[in-house]
């Protein structure tokens, strides 16, 4: 929102030394309003009411500045307020309505929260040569028929119609002023939410108005899960977030790696709130289980976006592998072994050792996911199959091991130097799975 000052010749001096021309400035006062410990905003002297400042922004249209106090003389109202949430605002606050060349002076928006009172204002400060007859709020919902709310006549006095805000509406102050009319409503609903026009009958230029937004805030609950999936081809849901009875409508996005998308879906509850609900999708594998994937929640009544992180959770079958081969296993060394390793979400519940032919070595022993060998013999010269299971499935590996033959005075290193073979048989075999 924007004051306009008044076009002078007057000029003004910004920080930097520039000439600024008064007829370019605009002042804008941002308000935040707390509703723990409110602090008391003064400015020139006065004070302005209960509000916690959070920023002053005082700037010219080429976003140049100008000493405060000197463009607040100038301006034609004192300055604007925008609001996080609704404030009764003290009488003595001097505030800017409407906008230049508009004759009926409104606040643009106003924004409350259920069960608050709200004061929507109206004026018409400059009636010369124009006769004021009556005045007339008129209510347009979003959706439906627009309806009088409040009617006042300097000869009959105010009334209310029959309307959804009857007994909560009344003009302030009481007895109304015609060339102040502002109402109040209390105990405002979700469903009071819209436009609320303040409609003067004049003559002799006929009817006139001015247009306040009501919004209404919820503050939505906001949540976010995982979708816990079996690896595969296909796009799938893998995470949800929601959003849930928020005022006006969230919006949400998605921060992550991975390669996916999102879609996303609304949906209005009969109190006006706004329940939006996101779904993340990907074809999900193996290397996506564990990867962060971040909600973020954007609504007008937190102060920043709000963060809801999450691990992806892919269920995969075993990926095996079998370590501790060197390819130089000979006939009497002792103390050699394989390691059956591996990767599962969720963890394997079984790891089983075989063999291609069915029977196992005397020399070999095997502890869980290991095979020993405690002295290499010519029974070692077989295929070892490890076999691993979890609740997605079954995976086997195998690797084949070639028994070397020790020759009289050679040492270990002539032996893989050489590469005599009981076996030149060399192969690994795949296991169906």
Known sequence: ?????????????????????????????????????????????????????????????????????????????????????????????????????QRVKVQPELASYPGQTVNLRCAFPDPKGIQLTMVTWIYEPKDGERMNIAVFHP??????????????????????????PSIEISEVRMTDEGRYI??????????????????????????????TVNAGT????????????????????????????????????????????????????AMDNGKDLTCLVNHRTQLKDESLP????????????????DNNWYVGRT???????ADANPVPFSVDWKTMTGEKPDTVQIKENELKVLKVDNSVNTTFVCEVKNSIGTTREQITINVRVRKTGRSHEQVEEDGDLISDYKARECVPR
């Open 234 to 285: 296909q796009p799938v849901v893998v995470a949800r977030c929601e959003s849930k009875d928020g005022r006006p409508a969230a919006k949400i996005q998605w921060l992550t790696t991975a390669k996916g998308n999102w879609t996303e879906k609304s949906q209005t509850a009969a109190d006006n709130t706004v329940t939006v609900t996101s779904e993340y999708r990907l074809a999900p594998t």
């Open 310 to 325: 999450l691990k992806l959770a892919i269920q995969y079958p075993p990926v095996v592998e079998i370590e501790g081969y």
């Open 335 to 341: 103390n050699v072994g394989l390691l059956c390793k």
């Open 155 to 180: 000869n009959f006095g105010p009334n209310y119609p029959e309307s959804q805000m009857k007994g909560r509406v009344t003009f302030k102050p009481s007895p109304p002023e015609l060339s102040s």
């Open 198 to 227: 303040c409609e003067y009958a004049t003559y002799p230029d006929g009817n006139e108005q001015g247009v306040t937004q009501l919004v209404m805030l919820a503050k939505p609950l906001n949540s976010a899960t995982t979708v």
């Open 1 to 101: 929102m924007m004051c306009q000052a008044r076009k002078q010749t007057k000029q003004n001096q910004d920080p930097q030394g520039s000439r600024v021309s008064v007829s370019q400035v605009s002042v804008v006062i941002l308000v935040s309003i707390s509703c723990g410990s409110l602090e008391v905003f003064e400015m020139n002297g006065g004070k302005y009411g209960n509000v916690s400042v959070t920023r002053l922004e005082i700037r010219t249209r080429n976003r140049s500045t100008a000493p405060a106090a000197d463009i607040l003389k100038l301006c034609n109202c004192s300055y604007f307020i925008r609001m996080s949430s609704h404030v009764d605002i003290p009488a003595s606050w001097p505030t800017c309505l409407g906008t230049s060349g």
